[in-house]
Structures are given as structure tokens and as C-alpha cells.
């Protein structure tokens, strides 16, 4: 049974800095070829893909919203993925998930179609 849980959000003030974690389990993250990634969902907001990595090659993908000041990596020997977030901005207030796509490979990332989900996690940016 897949099983993703999420860790790290919290409130800070705009320029600061988060890492969310996301341990994985049921599946492994390099051999499963899963892509992973992390969406964020804002109040009245649509779910939107910010980040992704395809861990048998740490291959990285992002959202324009985000790039530049977002790192996502993973550690495989510890199954599990990072989403460092720094020059944090009052508009990345918001639940961030944790996904794993059905999909083997991250050719539609930012789909929120066909993944399993975490909990989700808040992070609230203050101005």
C-alpha cells in the first residue's frame, strides 16, 4: 500500500526558508520509476504542480511560478523526497502535497491526474 507523509511546513515570514519532506513507503522510489512531485493548493485555488523529480536519474522539473527559488531532490537510500523553498512570497501560502504518479515516467508532472497523495502539509508566508 502506498503511503506518502509529509513534514516541514510551518509559518514564516517572506525572503525565509522551508524543506518539506515527504518519506515514501509501498513502493521504492528508484526502482518503481515513479515521478515525484509537489503541488500546492492555495484558498479557492486550483491544485497546481510546482515541482518534480524522477529518481532513478534525479531528473528535475518546475513550475515558472516557482523556478529559481525552489529545489526539489530526493535521497533514495532514505525514500524519500525534499522540496527546499527559499525567498519564500506571501503567495506561496498554501497546503503542499506530496504525489507520486501512476505514470512511469514525469512527461505530464504537473497533471493532478493519476497519483497517489499525501496528507498535505501548511505553509503559511506572512508580509
Known amino acids: 500500500q502506498v503511503q506518502l507523509v509529509e513534514s516541514g511546513g510551518g509559518s514564516v515570514q517572506a525572503g525565509g526558508s522551508l524543506r518539506l519532506s515527504c518519506v515514501a513507503s509501498g513502493f521504492t522510489l528508484a526502482s518503481s520509476r515513479r515521478c515525484m512531485g509537489w503541488f500546492r493548493q492555495a484558498p479557492g485555488k486550483e491544485r497546481e504542480g510546482i515541482a518534480a523529480t524522477f529518481p532513478p536519474t534525479g531528473s528535475t522539473y518546475y513550475s515558472d511560478s516557482v523556478k529559481g527559488r525552489f529545489t526539489i531532490s530526493r535521497d533514495n537510500a532514505k525514500n524519500t523526497v525534499y522540496l527546499q523553498m527559499d525567498s519564500l512570497k506571501a503567495e506561496d501560502t498554501a497546503i503542499y502535497y506530496c504525489?507520486?504518479?501512476?505514470?512511469?515516467?514525469?512527461?505530464?508532472?504537473?497533471?493532478?491526474?493519476?497519483?497517489?497523495w499525501g496528507q498535505g502539509t501548511q505553509v503559511t508566508v506572512s508580509s
Open positions: 504525489a507520486a504518479g501512476r505514470v512511469l515516467s514525469c512527461g505530464t508532472w504537473n497533471s493532478i491526474e493519476n497519483n497517489d
